[in-house]
């Protein structure tokens, strides 16, 4: 039996007959696009060729490939630092961040615990006794945790942050403060005496009960111990610091408490304590003078009277501050506690983690569910967590995904085409995707440069995949239907299973096939079934058939397709092998094809449904225009966080009583502190009086160093002036002065010459401070230097973070050797810093208005010679808010003049690439526009999928303009045309997509639901829409001309259908046609090839005999056309 020749390959000596009268298809004007096109389209074909004769080693390289890029999954690094994927690379904020890590280290100095107590009746008063009992529980529960690791017990006393513990030469005294000295916790609890139940610590001295805040009496223990000890640095501190009678002094919220010390004012009347009028300005620490907490740190929804007192809140607030893991792991370095454990920062970190997640845990717990007030604890490790489920990947969506999309594939019934036919639109809309993400990474947001450039990494990887390894497994299947193998179980063998039979051009009479450089395709029936032996498949084409053009159609029957496609010839056998019956198939219409042809395309196509259209398209684009215009910037941490939960409800709690925003006015180094301290006060000055800055107190100084150093300097020049006055300092001795004094008298006498560092005739004639308030130049470093040493709480309550620090220097009032005298002055500043508060910002406009009067202060500054930028979270990340707008024009500029760049080359028609451009803009416009209704802002998240937009729309319009421009005929026949040929695919494509996304719909994430699922499934729509119903509309009504022109030769008879002959082929159904085939429609392709291309693969001849219908039987005593044969033997 001759072997059949393979699959593609037309006899080697095959040639069509000549003969005259026939219509010659000739390119018009367009020959060079069609013949670079022809010519790329060769190339694919070779390249398909050689896929297929080597598609095993093709199929095995592509899986290395792609498993060894696979292996960078083991080293994938899931990021959750706020700061490296928010920050703008090589921005002004970066560099400054960059400046701080640099002079700081790379952690804050402490982090916050907060807890929120909110009514649950909504505006129902918290500044009640009852109210702050319960935050009292709440706060107490929370401070008493404790965790256990590495075999330690780590409770709120050994991890918090305390600032500015003195440094005591007692012994006894200086044990004794680190026990006690407390955390820094800002709560209304601290108004009242049972603020002190927070604090944890104790201390023990011998005749006396343990000594806790919550009896202790600082102003009566230096009294007991004045007789055993020195303590008259350590009075002055404390009075400097206005501890007084700490808590103790304080009223109780429960009088009734046996705990409540006599010295509480309402210990003896029993009378609970006005709630508002304690909280009116604010609470204090231990210290009134450093520790202020100031009322919206600790109130929430406050109401005043017209006089401005304070009446009512509806929430309350309390923070504790905890060391960050590099300070907890220098505090417990080289200690006995943890000198067995191997104590490394990492370490600490996780005993804080713990902690916080443990300290949540017990403060969302510790009110029952029926008490009148609800508490919302958040911390660090939360956000953290919350960030950390953020990215995680649910398998079970992905493989829903991929089910669903295969669900779609395998109802295809497609195998795929050729890379000759799909490979220019595949390459041109990957390219087009790929330029997309890659102009999207022009967002300056890491994060979304992230996204960007993955995607189109996976955009190029999946560009390789589909043109070289999809083609081998397609190549392998269709080796499988060669070999009647079944589709899953390969490995068994089915007498009918699916095959691939090739049709070979007929001669066609007297007719001559025209040659061009295009295909010819026709429609026919053949009709397909089991031979007697079911060991093959035979296609038939029924008899007396010739050559007519097509039946007349709603568009019409002028038609030149840039190819056609061989369907798979299917052959049913039903009943026994001996004889079979069919039945016409009666969904062999119901597809998209037919529908677009049949009622799609002419609809649209009409005058009056085209200006409809058009008229509701531009109604869109205005809706659309006004939608962008409510578009507001900004993303809320409340969008990431899922609904419904309690972190969720504390951040809404959080945004809606208590926006303030911990900030600070970094100053840099490259000037002199010293003789800038005039624009140093200016430069605060205009800082403090933007209108977001929250005011300190009328009653309290500016809490910055630079008003403390300079405070502390007139006190002790106050002192020194007391005791010169009165004899007890001399220009010879100080020792019998007050140790305020004694610091003046050594101040006093510095010259700032190292040569002559001493001159003490400037007792008298010099101050430390002038009188316009400033430090004299010489004594600026050196008196920081004591100011450093002599008082910590003052520094602490500055965060000043000097750097470099200033040199440890301790006062000895008692030297004899003169040596004390010598003060080290500090090293020059490159990083100081002043703290503000933010209030007030609740909208993103807020944020800008803020960022800009701080920028400009700090530009101000720049012209007077200060060196200073502003930092914290809201320059952190709202400052791309800045410019962000820019970058999105600016991108998606860009990247429609990539768009018709790449286009315009690939179709090699500007005209087209023009129109799709214009459709696609439409497109952006559309979905910016409808994101303003939806109510979804725009952060740097929809900016990326809007750019991307862009690239994503090519995928919908570029199938319909590249079958306009390969089509011929008038501009609505092409139209319809490109319709019928890619309203299925498009729609395909359309549907995957969706059944893609509703695997996002399902996040718990109400962020990634409303900024990627209905986003993402509004833009599927839109380029629907725009691909098949407006750029249709378009092109027929300004489409380019074709790039085929067919030109008749002969007379207008030629166009006339001839009448049948015998023993030819004809359109349309025979009316001889046997009624037991099945009738199975498919595109017959008469290959009119041009001469072979470079790179072109050409089959050898075969040493077979030719085949030719001739060999065929006949059936029903008609000349048929059949198939059949052995599969081809594997190469």
């Not at 400054?96 to 615990?113: D, H, V, W």
């Not at 967002?443 to 999946?462: D, E, K, T, Y």
């Not at 100084?701 to 005791?723: E, K, V």
Request: hydrophobic share 45%.
């Amino acid at each position: 039996m001759a072997r059949r020749p393979p699959l593609g390959e037309l006899p080697p000596d095959y040639t069509p007959p000549a003969g005259s009268a026939a219509p010659q298809i000739l390119a018009g004007s367009l020959k060079a696009p069609l013949w670079l096109r022809a010519y790329f389209q060769g190339l694919l074909f070779s390249l398909g060729c050689r896929i297929q004769r080597h598609c095993g080693k093709v199929l095995f390289l592509g899986l290395l490939a792609f498993g060894a890029l696979a292996l960078g999954l083991r080293v994938a690094i899931i990021e959750t630092d706020l700061e490296q994927l928010w920050v703008e690379v090589g921005s002004r904020v970066s560099q400054e961040l960059q400046y701080t890590k640099e002079k700081l280290g790379e952690e804050a100095a402490y982090t916050s615990q907060m807890l929120i107590q909110t009514p649950r009746q909504e505006g129902e008063n918290v500044l009640t006794p009852e109210a702050l009992r319960l935050h009292l529980q709440a706060a107490l529960t929370a401070s008493k945790v404790q965790v256990s690791l590495y075999g330690k017990s780590w409770d709120l006393n050994k991890i918090c942050y305390k600032s500015g513990v003195p440094l005591i030469e007692n012994g006894m005294i200086e044990r004794m403060i680190e026990k006690l000295f407390p955390c820094v916790i800002l709560t209304p609890l601290d108004c009242f005496w049972e603020g002190a139940k927070l604090q944890g610590g104790s201390a023990y001295l011998p005749g006396r009960p343990d000594i806790q805040w919550t009896n202790l009496d600082p102003e009566q223990l230096l009294e007991e111990l004045g007789p055993f000890a020195s303590l008259e640095g350590f009075r002055e501190l404390l009075a400097k610091a206005q501890v007084g009678q700490a808590y103790v002094g304080r009223p109780c919220l429960n009088p009734d408490d046996p705990h409540c010390p006599p010295s509480a004012p309402n210990h003896h009347s029993r009378q609970a304590p006005r709630v508002a009028q304690e909280l009116s300005g604010g609470c204090h620490g231990f210290s009134h003078k450093f520790m202020h907490w100031q009322e919206e740190l600790l109130l929430g929804g406050m109401a005043r009277s017209p006089q401005g007192q304070l009446l009512r809140a509806e929430a309350l607030q309390s923070t504790f501050l905890l060391m960050s893991p590099r300070q907890l792991y220098e505090h417990f370095r080289g200690d006995y506690q943890t000198h067995d454990i191997g104590w490394s920062e990492e370490q600490a970190g996780t005993v804080l983690q713990a902690w916080q997640r443990r300290f949540v845990q017990l403060a969302q717990e510790a009110l029952p569910e029926n008490a009148s007030q609800q508490i919302h604890a958040f911390s660090s490790a939360t956000l953290d967590d919350i960030l950390q489920a953020f990215s995680e990947v649910s398998a079970a969506r992905v493989a829903g995904g991929y089910l669903l999309m295969v669900d779609v594939w395998i109802d295809e019934e497609r195998m795929g085409e050729c890379l000759l036919r799909t490979g220019p639109s595949v390459a041109l809309t990957s390219i087009n995707n790929m330029a997309a993400f890659f102009m999207a990474a022009l967002v300056p947001i890491p994060a979304l440069r992230a996204f960007s450039l993955q995607a189109a990494i996976v955009v190029g990887c999946n560009f390789a995949a589909v043109m070289l390894v999809f083609p081998a497994v397609l190549s392998l299947d269709l080796h499988r239907r060669h070999c009647q193998r079944l589709d899953v179980l390969c490995c068994f063998s089915s007498p009918c299973s699916a095959r691939v039979i090739q049709i070979l051009p007929q001669e066609l009479a007297d007719r001559t096939v025209p040659v061009g450089i295009a295909h010819l395709t026709a429609t026919v029936h053949a009709f397909a079934h089991c031979d007697s032996s079911s060991q093959h498949v035979i296609t038939s084409l029924p008899p007396q058939a010739h050559l007519v053009p097509p039946p007349s159609d709603p568009l019409s029957s002028e038609l030149f397709s840039p190819g056609g496609s061989t369907r798979d010839l299917l052959g049913q056998e039903e009943g026994t092998r001996q004889k079979a019956a069919y039945k016409s198939l009666p969904c062999a219409r119901w597809t998209l094809a037919h529908f677009a042809r049949h009622q799609f395309a002419p609809l649209l196509l009409q005058s009056r449904a085209k200006a409809v259209v058009l008229v509701l398209f531009g109604a869109l684009l205005g809706l659309s225009l006004y939608g962008a215009t409510l578009v507001q910037d900004g993303l809320a941490l409340t969008d990431v966080v899922p609904r419904g939960t309690k972190e969720h409800a504390f951040l809404s709690a959080q945004l809606r009583y208590f926006s303030l925003y911990e900030v600070a006015l970094v100053t840099q180094g490259g000037f002199d502190y010293a003789h800038a301290q005039r624009a140093l006060f200016d430069l605060h000055q205009r800082f403090s009086s933007l209108k977001a800055v929250l005011p300190p107190p009328a009653t309290q100084a500016p809490r910055t160093w630079l008003h403390y150093y300079r405070n502390w300097l007139q006190g002790i020049q106050a002192a020194f002036d007391q005791d010169w006055a009165s004899g007890r300092i001399t220009r010879h001795s100080y020792r019998n002065g007050s140790e305020d004094g004694a610091l003046a008298y050594k101040l006093l006498i510095q010259t700032g010459d190292a040569r002559e560092p001493l001159d003490f005739s400037q007792l008298t004639t010099r101050k430390l401070v002038d009188t316009e308030g400033l430090v004299p130049p010489e004594l600026f470093y050196v008196g920081l230097t004591v100011w450093v040493s002599s008082d910590p709480l003052g520094l602490a309550a500055s965060q000043a973070n000097f750097y470099p620090p200033p040199p440890e220097w301790l006062h000895d009032k008692y030297d004899t050797t003169g040596e004390n005298l010598r003060i080290p002055a500090a090293q020059p500043l490159e990083f100081a810093q002043f703290p503000f508060l933010l209030r007030g910002l609740q909208k993103t406009e807020d944020f800008v208005e803020a960022i800009e009067g701080a920028r400009a202060a700090c530009a101000e500054a720049g012209q007077a010679g200060v060196r200073a930028y502003p930092s914290g979270s809201p320059f952190l990340f709202w400052e791309q808010y800045l410019g962000l707008r820019r970058c999105f024009l600016l991108a998606v500029c860009i990247l429609l003049v990539c768009t018709f760049l790449v286009c315009a080359l690939l179709l090699l028609n500007p005209w087209t690439a023009g129109l799709i451009v214009l459709v696609l803009a439409v497109m952006t416009v559309e979905l910016f526009g409808i994101m303003g209704f939806l109510g979804i802002k725009l952060s740097a998240i929809p900016v990326v999928i809007l750019v991307a937009s862009v690239g994503i729309g090519v995928e919908f319009t570029v199938h319909v303009a590249l079958g306009f421009l390969t089509t011929q005929g008038s501009r609505n026949l092409r139209a319809a045309r490109a319709l019928e040929h890619t309203f299925a695919p498009v729609t395909d494509g359309a549907v995957s997509t969706l059944l893609g996304l509703l695997m996002l719909a399902g996040s718990n994430f109400d962020f990634i639901v409303r900024y990627f699922f209905v986003v993402l499934t509004v833009l599927t729509l839109l380029g629907l829409l725009h691909g098949l119903v407006l750029l249709p509309v378009l092109l027929s009504i300004l489409g380019p001309p074709p790039e085929v022109v067919q030109m008749y030769k002969e007379s207008p008879e030629a166009l006339r259908p001839p009448a049948p002959r015998a023993g030819g082929l004809r359109w349309g159904l025979s009316p001889t046609l046997p009624q037991s085939f099945a009738r199975v429609t498919t595109s017959m392709t008469v290959a009119l090839h041009p001469p072979p291309l470079p790179g072109a693969y050409i089959h050898p001849a075969s040493d077979e005999p030719p085949w030719s219908p001739a060999a065929t039987p006949a059936a029903n005593g008609s000349s048929n056309l059949t198939s059949r044969g052995p599969c081809p033997a594997p190469e």
